[in-house]
DNA sequence: AGTGCTCCCGACCGATCGGTCGGTCGCGGA
DNA sequence: TCCGCGACCGACCGATCGGTCGGGAGCACT
Protein backbone atom coordinates (compact mmCIF):
# COMPACT_ATOMS: atom_id res chain seq x y z
CA UNK A 1 0.00 0.00 0.00
CA UNK A 2 1.41 3.24 -0.88
CA UNK A 3 1.49 5.96 1.86
CA UNK A 4 -2.22 6.63 2.80
CA UNK A 5 -2.88 9.87 0.98
CA UNK A 6 -2.53 13.36 3.09
CA UNK A 7 -5.15 14.67 0.66
CA UNK A 8 -7.66 11.78 1.89
CA UNK A 9 -9.60 9.91 0.21
CA UNK A 10 -9.59 10.54 -3.63
CA UNK A 11 -6.87 7.55 -3.53
CA UNK A 12 -8.88 4.18 -3.08
CA UNK A 13 -7.47 0.74 -3.00
CA UNK A 14 -8.90 -1.76 -5.95
CA UNK A 15 -10.56 -4.08 -2.79
CA UNK A 16 -12.66 -0.13 -1.88
CA UNK A 17 -13.32 0.42 -5.77
CA UNK A 18 -14.49 -2.66 -6.09
CA UNK A 19 -16.91 -3.01 -2.77
CA UNK A 20 -18.37 0.36 -3.68
CA UNK A 21 -19.15 -0.79 -7.46
CA UNK A 22 -20.71 -3.89 -6.10
CA UNK A 23 -22.67 -1.81 -3.13
CA UNK A 24 -24.17 0.01 -6.04
CA UNK A 25 -24.48 -2.88 -8.33
CA UNK A 26 -26.25 -5.27 -5.96
CA UNK A 27 -28.34 -2.87 -4.35
CA UNK A 28 -29.98 -1.35 -7.58
CA UNK A 29 -30.36 -5.34 -9.50
CA UNK A 30 -29.82 -7.77 -6.84
CA UNK A 31 -27.06 -10.28 -6.67
CA UNK A 32 -28.26 -13.08 -8.96
CA UNK A 33 -28.36 -10.04 -12.09
CA UNK A 34 -25.27 -8.99 -11.31
CA UNK A 35 -22.20 -10.64 -13.56
CA UNK A 36 -18.72 -10.34 -12.57
CA UNK A 37 -17.81 -9.24 -16.29
CA UNK A 38 -19.73 -6.22 -15.80
CA UNK A 39 -19.16 -5.63 -12.05
CA UNK A 40 -15.03 -5.74 -13.40
CA UNK A 41 -15.94 -3.45 -15.91
CA UNK A 42 -17.77 -0.61 -13.26
CA UNK A 43 -14.36 -1.19 -11.76
CA UNK A 44 -12.09 -0.84 -14.58
CA UNK A 45 -10.09 -3.71 -13.60
CA UNK A 46 -10.22 -7.44 -15.56
CA UNK A 47 -13.07 -9.94 -14.35
CA UNK A 48 -10.04 -12.41 -13.04
CA UNK A 49 -8.42 -9.46 -11.21
CA UNK A 50 -11.66 -9.65 -8.36
CA UNK A 51 -11.01 -12.82 -7.63
CA UNK A 52 -7.72 -11.59 -6.53
CA UNK A 53 -9.42 -9.56 -3.42
CA UNK A 54 -12.35 -11.80 -3.03
CA UNK A 55 -12.36 -15.67 -3.32
CA UNK A 56 -15.70 -15.87 -4.57
CA UNK A 57 -18.87 -14.03 -5.49
CA UNK A 58 -20.87 -14.91 -3.05
CA UNK A 59 -17.94 -13.88 -0.68
CA UNK A 60 -17.60 -10.44 -1.94
CA UNK A 61 -21.78 -10.09 -1.30
CA UNK A 62 -21.29 -10.80 2.20
CA UNK A 63 -18.37 -8.37 2.11
CA UNK A 64 -20.46 -5.96 1.00
CA UNK A 65 -23.47 -5.91 3.00
CA UNK A 66 -21.38 -7.24 6.18
CA UNK A 67 -19.26 -3.63 5.54
CA UNK A 68 -23.32 -1.74 5.81
CA UNK A 69 -24.51 -3.43 8.46
CA UNK A 70 -21.72 -2.65 10.26
CA UNK A 71 -21.22 0.81 9.29
CA UNK A 72 -24.92 1.20 10.69
CA UNK A 73 -24.52 -0.08 13.53
CA UNK A 74 -21.63 1.91 14.40
CA UNK A 75 -23.21 5.05 13.47
CA UNK A 76 -25.73 4.47 15.23
CA UNK A 77 -25.01 2.48 18.60
CA UNK A 78 -23.24 6.08 19.15
CA UNK A 79 -26.79 8.00 18.71
CA UNK A 80 -28.26 5.52 20.94
CA UNK A 81 -25.78 6.23 23.68
CA UNK A 82 -26.04 9.40 23.99
CA UNK A 83 -27.94 10.92 26.85
CA UNK A 84 -31.61 12.15 26.97
CA UNK A 85 -34.74 10.44 28.13
CA UNK A 86 -36.10 7.31 26.22
CA UNK A 87 -38.33 9.10 23.59
CA UNK A 88 -35.58 11.62 23.26
CA UNK A 89 -33.11 8.67 22.71
CA UNK A 90 -35.29 6.82 20.76
CA UNK A 91 -36.44 10.06 18.15
CA UNK A 92 -32.33 10.49 17.81
CA UNK A 93 -31.81 7.00 16.70
CA UNK A 94 -34.73 7.18 14.41
CA UNK A 95 -33.47 10.88 12.75
CA UNK A 96 -29.69 9.72 12.80
CA UNK A 97 -31.18 6.00 10.97
CA UNK A 98 -33.24 8.55 7.89
CA UNK A 99 -30.30 10.69 7.95
CA UNK A 100 -28.22 8.11 7.28
CA UNK A 101 -30.16 6.46 4.29
CA UNK A 102 -30.81 9.08 2.84
CA UNK A 103 -27.09 10.05 2.71
CA UNK A 104 -26.84 6.92 1.41
CA UNK A 105 -29.22 5.72 -1.23
CA UNK A 106 -27.55 2.46 -1.24
CA UNK A 107 -28.06 1.22 2.19
CA UNK A 108 -31.78 0.57 1.92
CA UNK A 109 -31.88 -1.41 -0.71
CA UNK A 110 -28.89 -3.49 0.38
CA UNK A 111 -30.31 -3.96 3.87
CA UNK A 112 -33.81 -4.84 2.66
CA UNK A 113 -32.01 -7.35 -0.08
CA UNK A 114 -29.73 -8.70 2.29
CA UNK A 115 -33.02 -9.96 4.19
CA UNK A 116 -35.01 -11.38 1.02
CA UNK A 117 -31.63 -13.16 -0.08
CA UNK A 118 -30.32 -14.82 2.76
CA UNK A 119 -32.17 -17.56 2.70
CA UNK A 120 -30.64 -18.27 -0.32
CA UNK A 121 -27.17 -17.92 -0.41
CA UNK A 122 -24.95 -20.51 0.22
CA UNK A 123 -24.43 -20.27 4.28
CA UNK A 124 -22.90 -18.95 6.98
CA UNK A 125 -19.69 -17.11 5.85
CA UNK A 126 -17.92 -15.04 8.61
CA UNK A 127 -18.76 -11.51 7.88
CA UNK A 128 -22.43 -12.59 7.10
CA UNK A 129 -22.68 -13.66 10.87
CA UNK A 130 -20.49 -10.26 11.95
CA UNK A 131 -23.38 -8.08 9.43
CA UNK A 132 -26.26 -10.01 11.25
CA UNK A 133 -25.31 -9.91 14.62
CA UNK A 134 -24.11 -5.67 14.70
CA UNK A 135 -28.03 -5.45 13.22
CA UNK A 136 -29.06 -8.32 16.03
CA UNK A 137 -27.68 -6.13 18.67
CA UNK A 138 -28.39 -2.65 17.57
CA UNK A 139 -32.25 -3.84 17.46
CA UNK A 140 -31.64 -5.41 21.07
CA UNK A 141 -30.65 -2.40 21.91
CA UNK A 142 -34.15 -0.17 20.38
CA UNK A 143 -35.76 -3.09 22.21
CA UNK A 144 -34.39 -2.44 25.69
CA UNK A 145 -34.91 1.68 24.97
CA UNK A 146 -38.74 0.80 24.72
CA UNK A 147 -39.28 -1.40 27.77
CA UNK A 148 -37.37 1.52 29.25
CA UNK A 149 -39.50 4.39 27.94
CA UNK A 150 -42.69 2.19 28.98
CA UNK A 151 -41.23 1.18 33.01
CA UNK A 152 -41.07 5.09 33.28
CA UNK A 153 -44.54 5.10 32.20
CA UNK A 154 -43.56 7.28 29.15
CA UNK A 155 -44.76 5.30 26.69
CA UNK A 156 -47.48 3.30 25.92
CA UNK A 157 -47.94 -0.17 26.50
CA UNK A 158 -47.09 -1.53 23.30
CA UNK A 159 -45.70 -5.30 22.41
CA UNK A 160 -42.25 -4.68 21.40
CA UNK A 161 -40.99 -6.67 19.22
CA UNK A 162 -43.58 -5.92 16.84
CA UNK A 163 -42.72 -2.09 17.59
CA UNK A 164 -39.34 -2.60 16.13
CA UNK A 165 -40.71 -4.27 12.81
CA UNK A 166 -42.67 -1.02 12.46
CA UNK A 167 -40.29 1.16 13.24
CA UNK A 168 -37.72 -0.75 10.70
CA UNK A 169 -40.80 -0.46 8.20
CA UNK A 170 -41.34 2.98 8.77
CA UNK A 171 -37.51 4.34 8.22
CA UNK A 172 -36.15 1.72 5.31
CA UNK A 173 -39.04 1.11 3.86
CA UNK A 174 -39.48 4.10 2.22
CA UNK A 175 -35.57 4.28 1.36
CA UNK A 176 -36.07 1.12 -0.51
CA UNK A 177 -38.87 1.73 -2.61
CA UNK A 178 -37.50 3.37 -5.28
CA UNK A 179 -39.57 4.37 -8.07
CA UNK A 180 -42.89 3.60 -6.20
CA UNK A 181 -41.86 5.50 -3.51
CA UNK A 182 -41.32 8.84 -5.96
CA UNK A 183 -44.43 8.11 -7.70
CA UNK A 184 -46.95 8.15 -4.32
CA UNK A 185 -44.62 10.88 -3.60
CA UNK A 186 -44.34 12.87 -6.25
CA UNK A 187 -41.15 14.17 -5.30
CA UNK A 188 -37.22 12.49 -4.68
CA UNK A 189 -37.85 11.16 -1.81
CA UNK A 190 -33.91 11.65 -1.23
CA UNK A 191 -34.11 15.49 -1.49
CA UNK A 192 -33.21 17.13 1.42
CA UNK A 193 -36.78 18.76 2.15
CA UNK A 194 -38.16 15.36 1.69
CA UNK A 195 -36.07 14.19 4.45
CA UNK A 196 -36.66 16.30 6.82
CA UNK A 197 -40.72 15.79 5.76
CA UNK A 198 -39.88 12.20 6.77
CA UNK A 199 -37.85 12.87 10.00
CA UNK A 200 -41.30 14.98 10.95
CA UNK A 201 -43.71 12.85 9.99
CA UNK A 202 -42.25 9.85 11.90
CA UNK A 203 -41.57 11.83 14.86
CA UNK A 204 -45.47 13.40 14.83
CA UNK A 205 -46.86 9.41 14.24
CA UNK A 206 -44.73 8.77 17.65
CA UNK A 207 -45.97 11.38 19.60
CA UNK A 208 -49.75 11.59 18.89
CA UNK A 209 -50.81 8.54 16.22
CA UNK A 210 -53.22 9.85 13.54
CA UNK A 211 -56.19 10.64 15.24
CA UNK A 212 -56.38 14.71 16.37
CA UNK A 213 -56.56 14.58 19.69
CA UNK A 214 -59.76 16.88 20.34
CA UNK A 215 -61.37 13.85 18.71
CA UNK A 216 -61.08 11.57 21.57
CA UNK B 1 -60.56 -26.54 -21.89
CA UNK B 2 -61.94 -29.83 -20.63
CA UNK B 3 -65.80 -28.86 -18.64
CA UNK B 4 -64.78 -26.57 -15.72
CA UNK B 5 -64.69 -29.59 -12.90
CA UNK B 6 -67.70 -29.62 -10.83
CA UNK B 7 -65.64 -30.34 -7.97
CA UNK B 8 -63.73 -26.98 -7.88
CA UNK B 9 -59.98 -26.44 -7.85
CA UNK B 10 -58.20 -29.35 -7.84
CA UNK B 11 -58.06 -29.35 -11.05
CA UNK B 12 -56.04 -26.65 -12.23
CA UNK B 13 -55.13 -25.45 -15.94
CA UNK B 14 -51.09 -25.67 -16.75
CA UNK B 15 -51.20 -21.90 -17.05
CA UNK B 16 -52.48 -22.02 -13.14
CA UNK B 17 -50.03 -24.06 -11.79
CA UNK B 18 -47.31 -22.50 -13.75
CA UNK B 19 -48.35 -19.04 -12.42
CA UNK B 20 -48.59 -21.02 -8.68
CA UNK B 21 -45.08 -22.20 -8.80
CA UNK B 22 -44.03 -19.07 -10.44
CA UNK B 23 -45.19 -17.10 -8.01
CA UNK B 24 -43.69 -18.90 -4.70
CA UNK B 25 -40.21 -19.75 -6.39
CA UNK B 26 -39.97 -15.59 -7.72
CA UNK B 27 -41.23 -14.46 -4.36
CA UNK B 28 -38.20 -16.72 -2.44
CA UNK B 29 -35.58 -16.19 -4.90
CA UNK B 30 -36.39 -13.57 -7.06
CA UNK B 31 -36.82 -12.85 -10.88
CA UNK B 32 -32.87 -13.22 -11.72
CA UNK B 33 -32.38 -15.89 -9.28
CA UNK B 34 -34.90 -18.89 -10.73
CA UNK B 35 -34.22 -20.90 -14.28
CA UNK B 36 -36.87 -21.68 -16.21
CA UNK B 37 -35.75 -25.12 -15.52
CA UNK B 38 -35.53 -25.69 -12.10
CA UNK B 39 -39.60 -24.04 -12.41
CA UNK B 40 -40.57 -26.57 -15.31
CA UNK B 41 -39.45 -29.46 -13.16
CA UNK B 42 -41.27 -28.05 -9.96
CA UNK B 43 -44.51 -27.74 -12.17
CA UNK B 44 -44.03 -31.03 -13.93
CA UNK B 45 -43.64 -30.06 -17.52
CA UNK B 46 -41.04 -29.83 -19.86
CA UNK B 47 -38.97 -26.86 -20.04
CA UNK B 48 -40.05 -25.56 -23.57
CA UNK B 49 -43.86 -26.25 -22.93
CA UNK B 50 -43.32 -23.01 -20.52
CA UNK B 51 -43.11 -20.85 -23.60
CA UNK B 52 -46.52 -22.81 -25.25
CA UNK B 53 -48.43 -20.08 -22.12
CA UNK B 54 -45.87 -17.18 -21.93
CA UNK B 55 -43.85 -16.12 -24.81
CA UNK B 56 -40.27 -14.87 -22.48
CA UNK B 57 -39.55 -15.06 -18.99
CA UNK B 58 -40.21 -11.24 -17.95
CA UNK B 59 -43.80 -12.22 -19.54
CA UNK B 60 -44.34 -14.67 -17.25
CA UNK B 61 -42.87 -12.87 -14.20
CA UNK B 62 -45.28 -9.62 -15.33
CA UNK B 63 -48.35 -12.01 -15.32
CA UNK B 64 -47.34 -13.45 -11.76
CA UNK B 65 -47.01 -9.83 -10.32
CA UNK B 66 -49.85 -8.61 -12.55
CA UNK B 67 -52.25 -11.13 -11.02
CA UNK B 68 -51.50 -10.51 -7.67
CA UNK B 69 -51.13 -6.96 -7.83
CA UNK B 70 -54.73 -7.26 -9.52
CA UNK B 71 -56.01 -9.48 -6.88
CA UNK B 72 -54.71 -7.23 -3.61
CA UNK B 73 -56.92 -4.08 -5.57
CA UNK B 74 -59.71 -6.40 -5.55
CA UNK B 75 -60.53 -6.97 -2.38
CA UNK B 76 -58.91 -3.79 -1.01
CA UNK B 77 -61.03 -1.40 -2.74
CA UNK B 78 -64.27 -3.15 -1.60
CA UNK B 79 -63.17 -2.42 1.98
CA UNK B 80 -62.23 0.67 1.01
CA UNK B 81 -65.71 1.36 -0.37
CA UNK B 82 -67.81 0.10 2.14
CA UNK B 83 -69.17 2.42 4.92
CA UNK B 84 -67.78 4.16 8.02
CA UNK B 85 -66.30 7.22 8.54
CA UNK B 86 -62.83 7.71 7.55
CA UNK B 87 -61.18 6.28 10.67
CA UNK B 88 -63.30 2.96 10.49
CA UNK B 89 -62.56 2.45 6.43
CA UNK B 90 -58.85 3.46 7.12
CA UNK B 91 -58.64 0.66 9.73
CA UNK B 92 -60.83 -1.70 7.52
CA UNK B 93 -58.53 -1.63 5.24
CA UNK B 94 -55.31 -1.97 6.99
CA UNK B 95 -56.75 -4.67 8.76
CA UNK B 96 -58.20 -6.53 5.49
CA UNK B 97 -54.40 -5.86 3.92
CA UNK B 98 -52.91 -7.52 7.11
CA UNK B 99 -55.32 -10.04 6.40
CA UNK B 100 -53.94 -10.72 2.85
CA UNK B 101 -50.55 -10.78 3.46
CA UNK B 102 -50.28 -12.68 6.00
CA UNK B 103 -53.02 -15.45 4.17
CA UNK B 104 -50.92 -15.25 1.16
CA UNK B 105 -47.10 -15.85 2.62
CA UNK B 106 -45.86 -14.76 -1.19
CA UNK B 107 -48.09 -11.76 -1.78
CA UNK B 108 -45.64 -9.11 0.19
CA UNK B 109 -42.18 -10.57 -0.85
CA UNK B 110 -43.41 -10.33 -4.94
CA UNK B 111 -44.90 -6.66 -4.21
CA UNK B 112 -41.60 -5.60 -2.89
CA UNK B 113 -39.91 -7.67 -5.69
CA UNK B 114 -41.84 -5.89 -7.92
CA UNK B 115 -41.16 -2.45 -6.95
CA UNK B 116 -37.02 -3.30 -6.60
CA UNK B 117 -36.56 -4.90 -9.84
CA UNK B 118 -39.07 -2.71 -11.65
CA UNK B 119 -36.02 -0.76 -13.00
CA UNK B 120 -34.60 -3.46 -14.27
CA UNK B 121 -36.54 -5.65 -16.09
CA UNK B 122 -37.30 -5.01 -20.01
CA UNK B 123 -40.24 -2.08 -19.95
CA UNK B 124 -43.48 -1.88 -19.86
CA UNK B 125 -45.65 -5.26 -21.16
CA UNK B 126 -49.14 -4.77 -20.62
CA UNK B 127 -49.91 -6.63 -17.57
CA UNK B 128 -47.21 -4.57 -15.69
CA UNK B 129 -49.00 -1.33 -16.62
CA UNK B 130 -51.87 -3.06 -15.77
CA UNK B 131 -50.53 -3.73 -12.06
CA UNK B 132 -49.31 -0.65 -11.97
CA UNK B 133 -52.76 0.98 -12.57
CA UNK B 134 -54.07 -1.31 -10.04
CA UNK B 135 -51.92 -0.49 -7.14
CA UNK B 136 -51.81 3.43 -8.29
CA UNK B 137 -55.87 4.11 -7.92
CA UNK B 138 -55.10 2.37 -4.59
CA UNK B 139 -53.01 4.47 -2.86
CA UNK B 140 -54.73 7.53 -4.68
CA UNK B 141 -57.75 5.98 -3.22
CA UNK B 142 -56.21 5.56 0.51
CA UNK B 143 -54.89 9.42 -0.14
CA UNK B 144 -58.48 11.09 -0.81
CA UNK B 145 -59.45 8.80 2.74
CA UNK B 146 -56.65 11.04 4.57
CA UNK B 147 -57.69 13.80 3.32
CA UNK B 148 -61.27 13.09 3.75
CA UNK B 149 -60.41 12.39 7.21
CA UNK B 150 -58.62 15.60 7.63
CA UNK B 151 -60.98 18.22 6.03
CA UNK B 152 -63.43 16.64 8.85
CA UNK B 153 -60.96 17.01 11.84
CA UNK B 154 -60.98 13.71 12.48
CA UNK B 155 -57.30 12.98 11.68
CA UNK B 156 -54.38 15.61 12.38
CA UNK B 157 -52.86 17.38 9.63
CA UNK B 158 -50.14 14.93 7.96
CA UNK B 159 -48.49 14.92 5.22
CA UNK B 160 -50.46 12.85 2.62
CA UNK B 161 -48.12 11.08 1.07
CA UNK B 162 -45.77 10.50 2.97
CA UNK B 163 -48.00 8.76 5.45
CA UNK B 164 -48.99 6.37 2.60
CA UNK B 165 -45.48 5.00 2.36
CA UNK B 166 -45.53 4.97 6.10
CA UNK B 167 -49.18 3.03 6.05
CA UNK B 168 -47.56 0.27 3.27
CA UNK B 169 -44.08 0.49 5.09
CA UNK B 170 -46.01 -0.50 8.65
CA UNK B 171 -48.24 -3.18 6.88
CA UNK B 172 -45.83 -4.67 3.82
CA UNK B 173 -42.71 -4.21 4.98
CA UNK B 174 -43.00 -6.65 7.86
CA UNK B 175 -44.31 -9.97 5.93
CA UNK B 176 -41.72 -9.29 3.45
CA UNK B 177 -39.03 -9.58 6.35
CA UNK B 178 -38.58 -13.39 6.56
CA UNK B 179 -36.17 -14.48 8.71
CA UNK B 180 -35.29 -11.70 10.37
CA UNK B 181 -38.64 -10.59 11.07
CA UNK B 182 -39.14 -14.22 12.83
CA UNK B 183 -35.89 -13.16 14.30
CA UNK B 184 -36.69 -9.74 16.05
CA UNK B 185 -40.13 -11.42 16.85
CA UNK B 186 -38.96 -14.76 17.97
CA UNK B 187 -42.21 -16.05 16.72
CA UNK B 188 -43.40 -16.90 12.90
CA UNK B 189 -44.94 -13.71 11.77
CA UNK B 190 -47.68 -15.61 9.95
CA UNK B 191 -49.06 -17.44 13.07
CA UNK B 192 -52.78 -15.82 13.54
CA UNK B 193 -52.14 -14.92 17.20
CA UNK B 194 -48.84 -12.85 16.02
CA UNK B 195 -51.16 -11.26 12.81
CA UNK B 196 -53.53 -10.37 15.45
CA UNK B 197 -50.84 -8.94 17.75
CA UNK B 198 -49.49 -6.80 14.09
CA UNK B 199 -53.17 -5.31 13.92
CA UNK B 200 -53.70 -4.45 17.14
CA UNK B 201 -50.31 -2.61 17.15
CA UNK B 202 -50.56 -0.54 13.81
CA UNK B 203 -54.71 0.09 15.03
CA UNK B 204 -53.22 1.29 18.18
CA UNK B 205 -50.49 3.28 16.58
CA UNK B 206 -52.87 5.34 14.60
CA UNK B 207 -54.82 6.46 17.51
CA UNK B 208 -52.29 7.04 19.80
CA UNK B 209 -48.95 6.76 18.89
CA UNK B 210 -46.14 5.59 21.00
CA UNK B 211 -46.20 8.43 23.64
CA UNK B 212 -48.58 7.44 26.84
CA UNK B 213 -51.54 10.01 26.98
CA UNK B 214 -50.52 11.37 30.33
CA UNK B 215 -47.10 12.59 29.44
CA UNK B 216 -47.98 15.61 27.87
C1' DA C 1 -60.18 -40.86 -42.90
C1' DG C 2 -58.40 -36.67 -42.82
C1' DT C 3 -57.61 -31.93 -40.93
C1' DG C 4 -56.60 -28.73 -37.64
C1' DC C 5 -55.79 -27.34 -33.02
C1' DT C 6 -53.99 -27.39 -28.22
C1' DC C 7 -50.61 -29.11 -25.36
C1' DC C 8 -46.46 -30.95 -24.72
C1' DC C 9 -41.71 -32.72 -25.47
C1' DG C 10 -36.34 -33.56 -26.40
C1' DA C 11 -32.66 -31.78 -28.82
C1' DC C 12 -30.32 -28.08 -29.80
C1' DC C 13 -28.58 -22.95 -30.19
C1' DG C 14 -25.49 -18.96 -29.02
C1' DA C 15 -24.55 -16.39 -25.03
C1' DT C 16 -23.21 -15.83 -20.52
C1' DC C 17 -22.36 -17.61 -16.03
C1' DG C 18 -18.70 -18.22 -11.94
C1' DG C 19 -14.30 -19.74 -11.57
C1' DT C 20 -9.32 -21.48 -12.88
C1' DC C 21 -4.79 -21.19 -14.83
C1' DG C 22 -0.45 -19.65 -16.38
C1' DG C 23 1.85 -15.82 -16.90
C1' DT C 24 3.37 -10.63 -17.06
C1' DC C 25 4.63 -6.42 -14.82
C1' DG C 26 6.53 -3.29 -11.35
C1' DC C 27 8.31 -2.54 -6.96
C1' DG C 28 10.86 -3.11 -2.44
C1' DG C 29 14.49 -5.51 -0.07
C1' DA C 30 18.84 -8.12 0.03
C1' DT D 1 21.43 -7.67 -9.73
C1' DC D 2 18.26 -10.74 -8.80
C1' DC D 3 14.38 -12.41 -6.20
C1' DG D 4 9.91 -12.61 -4.16
C1' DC D 5 5.51 -10.98 -4.20
C1' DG D 6 1.23 -8.53 -4.71
C1' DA D 7 -1.59 -6.86 -8.42
C1' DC D 8 -3.30 -7.73 -12.58
C1' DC D 9 -4.60 -9.90 -17.03
C1' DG D 10 -6.38 -12.94 -21.28
C1' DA D 11 -7.65 -17.32 -22.46
C1' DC D 12 -10.10 -20.89 -21.32
C1' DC D 13 -13.34 -24.39 -18.68
C1' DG D 14 -17.77 -26.83 -17.84
C1' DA D 15 -22.25 -25.55 -16.67
C1' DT D 16 -26.31 -23.18 -17.23
C1' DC D 17 -28.89 -19.47 -19.13
C1' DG D 18 -33.30 -18.04 -22.10
C1' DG D 19 -35.17 -19.31 -26.22
C1' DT D 20 -36.07 -22.03 -30.84
C1' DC D 21 -37.44 -25.84 -33.63
C1' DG D 22 -39.66 -29.85 -35.45
C1' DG D 23 -42.47 -33.11 -34.27
C1' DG D 24 -45.75 -36.29 -31.61
C1' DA D 25 -50.13 -37.41 -28.88
C1' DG D 26 -54.85 -36.57 -28.09
C1' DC D 27 -59.20 -34.58 -29.31
C1' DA D 28 -63.00 -32.28 -32.09
C1' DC D 29 -65.17 -31.55 -36.24
C1' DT D 30 -66.19 -32.61 -40.97
Do not use: C
Not at 1 to 16: F, I
Request: hydrophobic share 45%; proline share 4%; glycine share 10%.
Amino acid sequence: MPAPSSVAAAEQTSRDKILDAAEGLFAKRGYAAIGLRELAEVVGLGKSSLFHHFRTKAQLYAAVTARILVRIEARLVRSLAAGGDPLVRLERWLDDLVDLLAENPTYARVLLRSLFEDDDLPGDLPEEIEGRRAIGDMMAAVGGLLREGMGAGLFRAVHVNHFLLTLVGVTVFPFASGEFGAEVLGKDLFDPTEVRRRKREVRALLRSGLVARASR
